[in-house]
């Protein structure tokens, strides 16, 4: 057992030495083993919901397979054709929600209806919404929304008994809300968090003792590269600090609520909300330096690229695969995922008069009813599609989309070029990754019409350059992942801290203070003991040039 141990040890150190770049453990792993301790897991990223809910479970699955125990805890708002297909796999307990079904929907078809405007398309987009929007989006939407599930989850005393007696080896929770660390600490466990996005530099910074560089990390929704002129760098300086000070801890964030809920149930109420978020044992976050700028990551941050693993069983409609083998001038593949069901009739009809002037074939997955458009012949339109299979078809040659995380990732890693519309949230930053690379075109969905639309689609579609580019991502983002299933690395890392805890991958920055971690009192130091030197030299000076003035005039008086 112990030459085991140590041989496990060996190659984790082994990995973390050779493979930096993208860190994965390697396949032959203890938790397969028969025989070996079966752990219990709780899964938690119901309160945030749909992809967050998504992209968490697909490591509990794993899990689940290998035997462990996996918890998921849901919300009563929650759609339950959401979690229940994964019901032969993982016990629920379903918490009782203050929000219905129908209250988070139209939570969700509100952010959507106020993103579609471009309301939120620019890094300043929050701070100059109109008071209506701000309080539809905060204090009667998602935010709202997610605080009042956290306060909800914890008054419900039968749920929370549950879970006590469960005695979890580790909570698995979505970074994005305050609540996963204090779930964690309700019960007493350590826990490990999961972001949907690739970092964000101030807030994982801040919150997670990452290294600050604004100096070359552009910071969120700014559309900086890390390439930054003199005044690029004042931006995103103050950027970076009004993000990680101010919006996230204070706006979408709101740890001030969370610290009250800590104080009224009793949840560790001497640590922060925030200092509670730096008790993370691991940060997944999604995404890949195929495409991403390069900058330091911490030992304890796992960046993980799910890519159409999520769901291997694709098949396609016939009708669908029939219209695609019959292009040879290529497929434009469109989608604005579930936030297509509020696109108004006058906004969809310029998509529609788009396509119709393009000389290719337009699929266009939408969920809403779109029967009330004037389409053109070229356009075919999808109530669901396998997305990342049908981006593998080799008509298919642009996607055009909001940019959002997930679907660019896999339009990237398929080589597809892109035209993005982002909306809000990481969609900016991830199109200004694409642009930077080439191998894409950002519009803005405020100003577009069908001809700058048609315009930019045709670009990208003919023009080899943007194909090229992004076959080029592709090829890198593939020859970097070195994991052929990433929910079974995901599912390897859990497994590693819950054996062995974090502290040897956790940096102690975490628990330095702001004077300790910028090094203020050090150059204070040195800025005083350098000051003395300074002084006492000139000191010295002053006294020998006397001394010598002295003796000089002396000897002057003498010589006369
Ligand atoms: C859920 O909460 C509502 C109102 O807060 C209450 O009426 C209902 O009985 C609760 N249901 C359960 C199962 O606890
Ligand atoms: C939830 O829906 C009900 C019924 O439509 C409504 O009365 C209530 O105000 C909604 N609650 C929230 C928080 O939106
Ligand atoms: C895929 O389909 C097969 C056969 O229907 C099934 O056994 C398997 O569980 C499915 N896999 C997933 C991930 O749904």
Request: overall charge neutral; proline content about 5%; some cysteine.
């Amino acid at each position: 057992m112990a030459t085991t141990m140590s041989a496990v040890l060996l190659l984790f150190l082994t990995v973390f030495s050779s493979v930096f770049v993208l860190p994965a453990l390697t396949s032959d792993d203890a938790g397969n083993k028969p025989g070996a301790d079966k752990y219990k897991f709780l899964y938690f990223a119901s309160i945030t919901g749909g992809s967050h809910y998504f992209n968490l479970v697909a490591s509990g699955r794993v899990l689940a397979r290998q035997g462990h125990r996996v918890v998921s805890l849901v919300s009563s708002s929650n759609p339950t054709s959401h979690w229940e297909k994964d019901s032969s796999l993982f016990s629920f307990v379903v918490f009782n929600s203050s929000w219905t079904k129908q209250n988070r929907s139209d939570a969700t078809d509100s952010l959507s209806a106020s993103v579609l405007t471009g309301s939120l398309n620019h890094f300043w987009g929050h701070l100059l919404l109109d008071p209506v929007t701000r309080r539809k989006l905060d204090a009667d939407g998602m935010m709202q929304m997610w605080r009042d599930e956290c306060a909800d989850l914890f008054a419900d005393s039968a749920s929370m008994k549950r879970l006590r007696e469960e005695k979890f080896d580790m909570l698995v929770g979505d970074e994005f809300i305050a609540c996963s660390p204090m779930l964690a600490q309700a019960l007493d466990i350590p826990f490990v968090l999961n972001s949907v996005f690739f970092a964000i530099p101030s807030r994982h910074a801040m919150w997670s003792g990452l290294p600050l560089a604004p100096s070359y990390v552009p910071e969120r929704a700014m559309g900086l590269t890390d390439r930054m002129t003199f005044l690029q760098r004042v931006q995103n300086v103050l950027g970076h600090f009004y993000l990680g000070n101010i919006l996230f801890p204070l706006g979408s964030c709101n740890f001030k609520v969370f610290d009250k809920l800590k104080v009224k149930y009793n949840i560790k109420p001497e640590i922060s909300t925030l200092e509670s978020h730096k008790q993370a044992l691991l940060y997944f976050m999604h995404g890949s330096f195929g495409l991403e700028f390069p900058r330091p990551m911490n030992p304890n941050t796992i960046y993980v690229l799910y890519n159409g693993g999520l769901d291997p069983n694709q098949t396609l409609d016939k009708e669908v695969a029939k219209f695609l083998d019959s292009a040879p001038d290529g497929v434009l593949l469109f989608s604005l995922g579930s936030n297509v069901r509020m696109l108004g009739p006058k906004q969809a009809q310029i998509f529609a008069d788009a396509f119709n002037m393009l000389p290719h074939r337009v699929l266009w997955q939408s969920g809403a009813d779109l029967t009330a458009l004037k389409l053109g012949e070229n356009t075919m339109v999808a109530k669901w599609l396998p997305l990342t299979y049908v981006m593998e078809q080799p008509n298919v040659r642009a996607y055009l989309s909001h940019a959002a995380s997930f679907s660019m990732n896999e339009a990237m890693w398929a080589g597809l070029p892109m035209v993005g519309l982002p909306l809000f949230e990481e969609q900016m930053d991830d199109m200004v990754r694409v642009e930077s690379r080439g191998a894409g075109l950002t519009l803005d969905i405020t100003t577009i019409t069908p001809e700058t639309l048609s315009h930019a689609i045709r670009r990208v579609m003919t023009e080899p350059g943007f194909r090229k580019n992004a076959q080029h991502v592709s090829q890198i983002m593939r020859d970097l992942q070195n994991t052929p299933s990433p929910a079974d690395n995901v599912a390897r890392w859990i497994l590693h801290v819950t054996r062995f805890g974090g502290e040897h991958l956790r940096p102690a920055v975490l628990d330095l203070n702001f004077v300790q971690r910028n090094l203020l009192d050090v150059y204070l130091f040195l800025a005083v003991a350098l000051a003395s030197v300074i002084f006492v030299n000139l000191a010295v000076c002053r006294l020998c040039c006397r001394c010598l003035c002295r003796r000089g005039r002396s000897g002057h008086f003498k010589k006369e």
